[in-house]
């Protein structure tokens, strides 16, 4: 069974103040998605990678996929109370078919 | 505009009754899956539909659930019998298209059943 283990499950810290997501699997996966899903409403895609090594910048948001493709990390420089929410980590396993971390829940305080 | 959207939002139901979630991709993608997330738990794939037919489907995809896109827009999960352990957000979400299988998701459907 593939598993992604997202780390930490929470995650509470100062505006300002920078953080990091991890997701660690032993598999190796085509891509790798992260998301971010607010209550009540469903993910939303926030950056693929693809390709090993590979860095992708979103604003604020660094992204980073493993060589060897069996891992990813999320960065958030001077976090913002806005960038609360639940960030998912998914790696793509078939056509579309995607294994999510548990997710880490993510509050800002100002 | 949304581009997945579904309904309903909430719905609950009585254990062993029939429950039919719908999705309205507004696209002309032909991928389409659903999700579920049981509350506090990871988001699970159930089954992939593409060219109106069942692609991939996992273990919980059992015989209680089948998919379908009858007129061609709407896409829908039934759950022939509900139990308790159905509860559960559902997503339907659609491919973008764009390079790496990357999904749109809707916004869910709240199943409850008691």
């Known amino acids: 069974t593939q598993l992604l283990e997202q780390s930490p499950q929470f995650l509470s810290i100062q505006e300002g103040e920078n953080l990091t997501v991890y997701c660690n699997s032993s598999?190796?996966?085509?891509?790798l998605q992260w998301y971010r899903q607010e209550p009540g409403e469903g993910p939303v895609l926030l950056v693929t990678?693809?390709?090993?090594?590979e860095v992708k910048k979103l604003k604020r948001l660094t992204f980073q996929f493993g060589d060897a493709r069996k891992d990813s990390s999320l960065h958030i420089t001077a976090a913002q109370p806005g960038d609360k929410g639940l960030y998912l980590c998914a790696g793509e396993v078939g056509q579309g078919n995607l294994i999510f971390g548990k997710g880490t829940k993510l509050s800002v305080k100002p | 505009e949304p581009e997945v959207t579904q309904t309903p939002s909430h719905q609950v139901t009585q254990m062993g009754q029939e429950v039919i979630l719908r999705c309205v991709p507004i696209s002309n993608h032909l991928y389409f899956y659903w999700y579920r997330q049981i509350l506090g738990q990871k988001v699970e794939f159930l089954v992939s539909f593409y060219n109106n037919e069942i692609s991939e489907k996992s273990e919980i995809f059992d015989d209680q659930f089948s998919v379908e896109r009858p007129d061609g827009s709407n896409f829908t999960l039934k759950i022939r019998s509900t139990k308790l352990e159905d509860s559960a957000m559902y997503f339907c979400?659609?491919?973008?298209?764009?390079?790496?299988?990357?999904?749109?998701f809707g916004a869910g459907s709240r199943l409850t059943v008691l």
């Open positions: 979400a659609r491919n973008t298209g764009a390079g790496a299988n990357v999904l749109t």
């Open positions: 598999s190796v996966f085509s891509s």
């Open positions: 990678v693809v390709t090993g090594g």
